[in-house]
């Protein structure tokens, strides 16, 4: 059960994401927020959530790109559950077991913001949408600080609390950018610049989990708890 949570779901969900994504991207019917008639899907030009959207920003009709994201996306929800499993494999320091019930909390709640972004597509619920999509990035900071303090602590590889580490200080630095900067409206370089960090931020998140799949791994094994 252990290794089917911590290490099967997340590389699953983390594969499914990327694969959803592309494919996704493929049949996007066109538009962006500056553009209604830009053709296909752009990189640099459109946000993610774009693919989300039942009608695209060029008014067509989107739905198996908004379902094959949307989808993806709520997915996380079970990542979410899997890192509610990870305390136990921690349980043999009271220290690491407390940090892990704390930092799988907040990777929890903000995996449950990212389905959040799946369950309010752009074009429909919109504040939400923009609620959801905002917030789930600054719970994987404080998230990130906890679980580089126990993999730091415990007697798995450095490398994973590196990943980790790596993960935080992108995360930390595209909530500020989220703060400081003008909004994607005001200007279509604005507009490219968001889109871009925020893919590359999406990017990073994705790969630092399926990472942490592997420290779990070596937990589970060494505790024999498959």
Known sequence: ???FWTVRVIRFVAFFFVSASLIASYFYAGGNIHDPFQIGYSLTHN??????????????????????FNISMIM????????????????????????????????????????????TPYDLYIDMHIFFA??????????????????FRSSVSNKYALAIM????????????????????????????????????????????FILSFAFEEKVRKLDLD
Do not use: C
Not at 47 to 67: C, E, P, T, W
Not at 82 to 96: D, Y
């Open 166 to 209: 790596i993960l935080f200080l992108f995360t930390f630095s595209y909530v500020v950018y989220q703060i400081i900067s003008a909004s994607p409206l005001e200007s279509l370089e604005k507009m490219v610049e968001q889109a871009t960090l925020q893919k590359i931020i999406a990017f990073i998140n994705v790969l630092s989990i």
């Open 1 to 3: 059960m252990y290794y």
């Open 76 to 119: 996380f929800v079970f990542v979410g559950i899997a890192f509610l499993f990870v305390p136990r494999l921690f349980k043999e320091n009271n220290t690491n077991y407390f940090l892990a019930i704390l930092g799988s909390g907040f990777f929890f709640l903000g995996t449950v913001f990212f389905a959040g972004v799946g369950f």
């Open 134 to 151: 905002i917030n789930a990035f600054r719970f994987l900071i404080p998230a990130s600080i906890l679980y580089f303090i126990l993999l």
């Open 47 to 68: 946000f993610l959530s774009d693919l989300g959207g039942y009608k695209s920003h060029s008014g067509q009709s989107n739905i198996v790109s908004a379902l094959l």
